[in-house]
Nanobody, 123 residues
Framework: QVHPVESGGGLVQPGGSLRLSCAAS????????AGWYRQAPGKQRELVAT???????NYADAVKERFTISRDNAKNTIYLQMNILKPEDTAVYYC?????????????????WGQGTQVTVSS
C-alpha cells in the first residue's frame, strides 16, 4: 500500500536545526494536502504544521517562528525545516498526506500516515 516516507530525523543539540522530508513511497502518487504531526512519549499525537496543495500553511503555536513547512512539487516532497530546537520538541514526527494517482482514467487516492522519524533534542 502506498504511504508517505519520512526521513531526516536524528539527534541534535538544543538550538540546533534539522530538516525533515516526506515523499510518497511510489512515484506515481503525487502529494496533495499534507501535514506534519508529532508524538512525544506518554502524550497524544499533535499537529505541528500543514500545507495545502496551493501552498497555504498553518502552524501550531508552539512551533511558530521556529519551524517552516514547504513543498517542492517537482520533487513531490514535503519538508519541515526546524530551527532553534528545544528539548520539548523531542518526539516521533509523522507525515500525513493525501496521496493521489492521476496516471489512469480519473484520479484515485486517499489519506495516509507515514511510519515516523525520531527527533531527539538533547545536550
Amino acid at each position: 500500500q502506498v504511504h508517505p516516507v519520512e526521513s531526516g530525523g536524528g539527534l541534535v543539540q538544543p538550538g540546533g536545526s534539522l530538516r525533515l522530508s516526506c515523499a510518497a513511497s511510489e512515484n506515481i502518487f503525487s502529494i496533495n494536502d499534507a501535514g506534519w504531526y508529532r508524538q512525544a512519549p506518554g502524550k497524544q499525537r499533535e499537529l505541528v504544521a500543514t500545507i495545502t496543495s496551493g501552498g497555504s500553511t498553518n502552524y501550531a503555536d508552539a512551533v511558530k517562528e521556529r519551524f517552516t513547512i514547504s513543498r517542492d512539487n517537482a520533487k513531490n516532497t514535503i519538508y519541515l525545516q526546524m530551527n532553534i530546537l528545544k528539548p520539548e520538541d523531542t518526539a516521533v514526527y509523522y507525515c500525513n498526506a493525501f496521496l493521489e494517482d492521476c496516471s489512469g482514467y480519473g484520479c484515485s487516492g486517499g489519506n495516509f500516515w507515514g511510519q515516523g522519524t525520531q527527533v531527539t533534542v538533547s545536550s
